[in-house]
């Protein structure tokens, strides 16, 4: 089955600790993207990537960082230089940056 | 600012009952618009779009019309089911043509 991956489902970390969520593709989609959620404020990007070995900040991407070392690949890195880590992410894939994009499920981090 | 602005919710209906989502853009020219669909703990899911001007996107009994006009895209659907509970989100495609701008989402909630 084509889709996206996002692991895990639910994610705890301790304040100060740097943690990393998986997103994977099997659509053979070019673009790639990251997004937070959080109540009443809708997704806003974090980064993305039009191709392999690019990627391009968002709106809110301080305190994170990303790679794009595979088509397949676009993980995401939460530092601990990010004030508010806790929240919902969403990670996306399109054919390319103008088309229609296609989510994950989601990983819920909480940092304690 | 947010240059996508949906109906603030809750909306509350019940089941059969008639659904309008208001949405509205900003935006030069005309970009692509999109509705996304999120259930309860999921990623999203695209509902419909349109890409160009006088467009009617429809999916599952929902619809919605590119009206350049009035810069809008409201969300319709005839006769609502408990399972439309979810919450919907309106975008369009940036100006570069690089990501998606989302508006903040509306939760929709039905009745039996």
């Known amino acids: 089955d084509g889709g996206i991956t996002q692991s895990p489902k639910y994610l705890f970390r301790k304040e100060g600790q740097n943690v990393t969520l998986s997103c994977e593709q099997n659509?053979?989609?070019?673009?790639m993207y990251w997004y937070r959620q959080d109540p009443g404020q809708g997704l806003r990007l974090i980064y993305y990537?039009?191709?392999?070995?690019?990627?391009q900040k968002g709106d809110i991407a301080e305190g994170y960082s990303v790679s794009r070392e595979k088509k397949e690949s676009f993980p995401l890195t939460v530092t601990s230089a990010q004030k508010n880590p806790t929240a919902f992410y969403l990670c996306?894939?399109?054919?390319?940056?103008?088309?229609?994009?296609?989510f994950g499920p989601g990983t819920r981090l909480t940092v304690l | 600012g947010n240059s996508v602005t949906q109906m603030e919710g809750p909306v509350t209906l019940s089941e059969e009952a008639f659904l309008t989502i208001n949405c509205t853009y900003t935006?030069?020219?005309?970009?692509?618009l999109f509705w996304y669909v999120q259930y309860p703990g999921e990623g999203l899911q695209l509902l419909l779009k349109?890409?160009?001007?006088?467009d009617k996107g429809s999916n599952k009994g929902f619809e919605a019309t590119y009206r350049k006009e009035t810069t809008s895209f409201h969300l319709e659907k005839g006769s609502v089911q408990v399972s439309d509970s979810a919450v919907y989100f309106c975008?369009?495609?940036?100006?570069?043509?690089?990501?998606?701008?989302f508006g903040k989402g509306t939760t929709l909630s039905v009745s039996s």
């Open positions: 996306a894939s399109s054919t390319d940056t103008s088309d229609t994009q296609y």
């Open positions: 659509l053979n989609h070019d673009a």
């Open positions: 990537s039009q191709i392999v070995n690019d990627f």
């Open positions: 935006a030069t020219g005309y970009p692509s």
């Open positions: 349109a890409t160009k001007a006088d």
């Open positions: 975008a369009r495609a940036n100006q570069a043509g690089t990501a998606l701008i």
